[in-house]
C-alpha cells in the first residue's frame, strides 16, 4: 500500500490485532467534488436501525444557517452536493435552500426515503433545480415488512414506490438502498425481481450490512447480524443479478465476503461524495475517505490479502464486538508472486 494509504495498528479484538488506515483528513476541492450536505436530523419515518444520533438539538437545522453552510460550500469551490438528513425533503425550508443551489449553479444528488416525490410535481420541479441523482431508502417489496423497517405503515411504502415511479418518470438516475436485516433477509432475491418488474431495469440496487452506529445500532433486526449467515444470500444476488443483467452493488462488505477482490465499496466515497461539510460547526470540510477509514477496520490477517487496497474491511464496532475471524484474505496471484 502507498504510504498515504498504510495500515496502522489501533485496538485488539478476539484473535487477532486491528488495523485500520489512515488518510488524512483533508482533500483538494476539485471540478468533480461532492460535499455531504446534511439539513438536520428530523424524518417522519422511525426506521429502527436509524444510524443518526437522535439527538433533538440536531433535527431541524434553521434556514439561515442552511444557507450560511451553501454558501460556505459554494465558497470552498464545490459545484456538487448531496443533500441529506434524516429526511431533507421535509424540512420547512427545503425548497429555499434547493432554489439558493440552482441559482448559485450548484447541482445536487439526494438520499431520501423516497415519499415526498410522490407528491404531483415534486419531482420534476426537483430536476428543473438541479437533482440529478437519488438514493432511495427501500428494503423489501413487501408491503408489511416494508413498514416494518420504515418504522410507519404500508401508506408510507406505498408514498416510497409512487415516489420512485415519479423520479425515474423525471429522468433521475435512481438507486435503490435496501439495509440487510432480519426481517428483509429471506425476501432479497424476491426484492430483486419484484423491484425490476415494477420499475422495469431503470433502476440499479445497493445492498448494505447495516451499521449499529446511532440510535438503532441495538434493535435485534441488526444487531447481532453477523457476514457469514450472508454468503450464500450474496451469492445467490450476484447469480440472479447476473442471469437479469441488472446493476446490483453493495456497500460495507469486505471484499472476501463478497468473493469478489476487486470489488469496490459502494460507499459515500465510491458514489462521489468527496467531502462531508462538519455537521456541529458547518464551517469545515473533511475527506470522506479519511471519515470512512476511521469508522472501519481489518485483521492482522488482511496485511496478506491482495484486495486489501479496494476492500472497505468491517466497520470498527463490528470488529471489536464480533472480531475479524471470519475476514479470509485472498492469496497472491502467481504473477504477483512472480514480481516479488
Avoid at 444520533?53 to 434553521?62: I, N, S, Y
Avoid at 408491503?143 to 411504502?157: K, L, V
Wanted: charged share 20%; glycine share 8%; with cysteine.
Amino acid at each position: 500500500m502507498q504510504a498515504d494509504e498504510s495500515v496502522m495498528p489501533r485496538d485488539s479484538a478476539p484473535a487477532q490485532r486491528l488495523f485500520k488506515r489512515q488518510l488524512p483528513e483533508e482533500a483538494p476541492v476539485t471540478s468533480s467534488s461532492a460535499a455531504l450536505f446534511r439539513f438536520g436530523e428530523q424524518c417522519n419515518y422511525r426506521c429502527p436501525m436509524c444510524s443518526n444520533t437522535g439527538e433533538a438539538a440536531l433535527f431541524f437545522r434553521p434556514t439561515d444557517e442552511l444557507l450560511r453552510r451553501a454558501a460556505v460550500l459554494q465558497h470552498c469551490g464545490f459545484r456538487r452536493v448531496v443533500v441529506t438528513g434524516g429526511e431533507a425533503t421535509i424540512h420547512p425550508g427545503f425548497w429555499t435552500v434547493i432554489e439558493h443551489l440552482a441559482a448559485a449553479s450548484m447541482v445536487w444528488d439526494i438520499n431520501t426515503h423516497g415519499g415526498s416525490f410522490g407528491a404531483a410535481g415534486f419531482a420534476q420541479r426537483a430536476v428543473d433545480h438541479g437533482l440529478q441523482r437519488a438514493i432511495v431508502s427501500l428494503h423489501s417489496m413487501h408491503g408489511a415488512t416494508s413498514a416494518a423497517i420504515f418504522g410507519t405503515n404500508e401508506g408510507a411504502h406505498r408514498g416510497t414506490i409512487a415516489g420512485i415511479d415519479r423520479l425515474v418518470e423525471a429522468g433521475v438516475e435512481v438507486l435503490l438502498n435496501c439495509v440487510i436485516t432480519r426481517l428483509n433477509l429471506t425476501q432479497l432475491e424476491d426484492y430483486l425481481h419484484t423491484a425490476t418488474q415494477r420499475f422495469d431495469r431503470k433502476v440499479a440496487f445497493k445492498f448494505v450490512f447495516p451499521s449499529t452506529l446511532g440510535k438503532g445500532g441495538h434493535w435485534p433486526g441488526i444487531a447481532t447480524l453477523r457476514y457469514h449467515e450472508l454468503r450464500a444470500t450474496v451469492r445467490r444476488l450476484q447469480d440472479l443479478a447476473a442471469h437479469q443483467q441488472l446493476r446490483i452493488l453493495f456497500e460495507s462488505f469486505p471484499n472476501c465476503v463478497l468473493e469478489i477482490p476487486e470489488h469496490l465499496n459502494y460507499g459515500r466515497a465510491t458514489f462521489g461524495e468527496t467531502h462531508y461539510l462538519d455537521d456541529a460547526s458547518g464551517d469545515r470540510v473533511y475527506s470522506m475517505r479519511h471519515i470512512e477509514a476511521e469508522l472501519s477496520a481489518f485483521g492482522e490477517a488482511c496485511l496478506r490479502c491482495t484486495a486489501l487496497r479496494h476492500c472497505p474491511g468491517v466497520s470498527l464496532a463490528y470488529a471489536r464486538q464480533f472480531g475479524v475471524d471470519e475476514l479470509t484474505p485472498f492469496p497472491p496471484r502467481s504473477r504477483d508472486r512472480i514480481s516479488t
